[in-house]
């Protein structure tokens, strides 16, 4: 099992439609705003360690302390194990060092089942990883950074300043 000195920052649901889903959490647990990110440009995609594609889009909230993200999977090919199309789909961390972090996962009998790059070639890494059945859902670290760290606080703040109005906005 799995155990990790890094905080989870990030729950992530899946969910078949984020603008329907992002509006049924919003009224029901009152988190908002939701900023909503379709069609996701990543690169250097690797399923199951092999080139591939995906396509999903995502709400960002948050609640408290921990960002909430609903997730819809448009298109993967070679779907990982146990790729949830609802509940929770993973949780996530920053890692302060990605590669040693991926180590740790696979040495402690995680396997990555997704990895890539958000933006262009070079851009912020992340990585799934399956923990086993017990678990049923992944595990996704994200390459520390500025971009990640001003993106939570973005959120954050917006959540703190957030009057109730406009609870789904694009990015």
Known sequence: MFSSERPIIQIAYAVRDIREAATFWSKKYNIGPFYLNEHIKI??????????????????????????????????????KNSNSKGIHHVAWIA?????EKEILEKQGCEEVLSANVGQRSGMKFAWFYPGDEINHFYEIYEK??????????????????????PIRDI
């Open 43 to 80: 690169q250097n995609t690797l399923v199951n360690k092999k080139e591939s594609e995906f396509d999903h889009s995502s709400a960002y909230g948050w609640k408290e302390n921990t960002m909430i993200e609903l997730i819809c999977d448009h298109k993967i090919q070679d779907i990982p």
């Open 96 to 100: 302060p060092d990605f590669e040693k």
């Open 145 to 166: 950074s500025d971009d990640i760290n001003n993106f939570y606080e973005f959120l954050h703040q917006q959540s703190k300043d957030w009057n109730g109005k406009n």
